[in-house]
């Protein structure tokens, strides 16, 4: 999906909502361990319950790599279950030397046929670059993440600027606004604007709203441009917002709530555009 | 397998090799196309020749992955070809936050059953202390990395030291040289012995001797500790020495001359201590 159709899926949504398929068989309803695929039954009624209210779907590929060969299968049978034109999201963040992220690029844009994957950054340019030259793929590349040990690294300070900032500048070197997008944690609000002034034009991938504690509102304020520029992802707030035989319609409930809220904040650049 | 296992199989073996199992299809020789699992039929034939020299498999995840399941399923059979007693590496550069890192950590230590898992450090402890709190498991953590790209961002400074430096020195404290390792490039010969000094006792993997041009000899010298404490990764300079009908006759004399010179470094260290 290029970008031009994913602003086009937001404005004609009224949504920027990533719904994220952490699933976890431990967690999803009882009545459906006797399916032969309960988390691909589960994943099932999560997107037939949401497809219409979100732009993406983002999927936790450790949740299925846990499960061995048959948590791939579950995994592909999941995209492909997703309707075209949703934006999909392999949230693997690899990252390695460039003939084995050539491999990694392969595996998730072709073998797998995801819009887009979550890349690490610490290898540096030719560890990312090779997801960079597919057609109408995307890289999203972690930039400033939600959790506690953000602090570790990204935090410290590179010269004059932090570490995460000089990632965000590198990889706008290496990408456009057309195959590249950044990861921002929903946590990390004393930053989001400042991020924002550094990157004007790239999306942020902006995991971290609901379970985590990132507040929707405050992202949006902060971090949203002219063509929206953010896809804001909920997973246990959405999946596991019910767990009976109703978790579906506890789900869609769940997902238009933000929707209903992202919907307001998407007129405001209307009006001030 | 405990560090003082690892220790005796690289005094019983007089090696530190290990083999890189980074199979591409398209690399091997031909008349292997006809099994119907051609990668682990090639797979199965280098680790028969090279199983008495070297002490260590590193199984680079990204070449399995990319032929979807079946990729997956020719991992599971490697893994479970590889002889117990000899040391086995996920290469898979994994990180995320908490509960998504405890997922893959069970991924490749109970689901796949390897001994290690290489991780990436950007995302801080709470990526990497999941992969810490396993029975006789290893993390084996990227510090500099042989790639052009550790020019990026592991050799900028921050504060008074490199940022690998402080990646290290944090793994320090959240390890020990009991359940973690570093990732050392074979080709960063100018920055090894300091790294040895900052961590006199861990264990290192090395990548990057053979095609990407690192010395074994200046490896050894700078970086062998009491223990030895080195695991050195050859991967298409062992894997595909050959390619005709006799391929595993050539990864084997190849295997044996690294090993032949492993053994003279290390009587180096019976010597001195």
Redesign the interface.
């Known amino acids: 999906m290029n970008r031009q159709e994913l602003v086009g899926l937001i404005k004609e949504r009224q949504s920027y909502l990533c719904v994220g398929l952490?699933t976890?068989i431990h967690k999803i309803p009882k009545h459906l361990l006797s399916h032969a695929d309960p988390v691909f039954a589960f994943n099932k009624a999560i997107i037939d319950a949401t497809k219409d209210l979100c732009v993406a779907y983002k999927i936790?590929t450790?949740?299925y790599?846990?499960?061995?060969?048959r948590g791939?299968?579950t995994l592909?049978r999941t995209v492909e279950y997703i309707p075209s034109g949703i934006f999909t999201i392999a949230?693997a963040?690899?990252?390695?030397?460039?003939n084995?992220?050539t491999?990694?690029a392969?595996?998730f844009f072709?073998?797998?046929n995801f819009d887009s994957v979550t890349v690490?950054?610490?290898?540096?340019?030719?560890?990312?670059t090779p997801f960079l030259a597919f057609h109408e793929k995307w890289a999203i590349m972690?930039g400033l993440?939600?959790?506690?040990?953000?602090?570790?690294?990204?935090l410290?300070?590179?010269?004059d600027e932090y570490?995460y900032e000089?990632?965000i500048r590198?990889g706008m070197e290496w990408g456009t606004p057309d195959n590249l997008m950044f990861v921002v944690g929903a946590t990390q609000t004393a930053q989001l604007a400042a991020i924002r002034r550094l990157a004007p034009d790239h999306f942020f991938l902006v995991p971290g709203v609901g379970a985590q504690g990132g507040s929707l509102q405050e992202i949006s304020s902060l971090a949203m441009n002219k063509d929206c520029g953010l896809l804001v992802n909920a997973s246990r707030a959405i999946i596991y917002a019910g767990n009976g035989e109703d978790f579906a319609v506890d789900a869609r409930n769940a997902a238009m709530q933000y929707q209903q809220e992202m919907s307001e904040y998407l007129s405001q650049i209307t009006v001030n555009s």
């Open positions: 952490d976890d936790n450790a949740f790599e846990c499960m061995g060969i791939w299968e592909q949230d963040k690899r990252g390695d030397i460039g084995t992220a491999q990694y392969k595996t072709d073998t797998y690490a950054p610490y290898m540096g340019k030719d560890s990312v972690l993440t939600s959790n506690e040990g953000s602090q570790d690294f990204q410290q300070r590179v010269g570490l000089k990632v590198a």
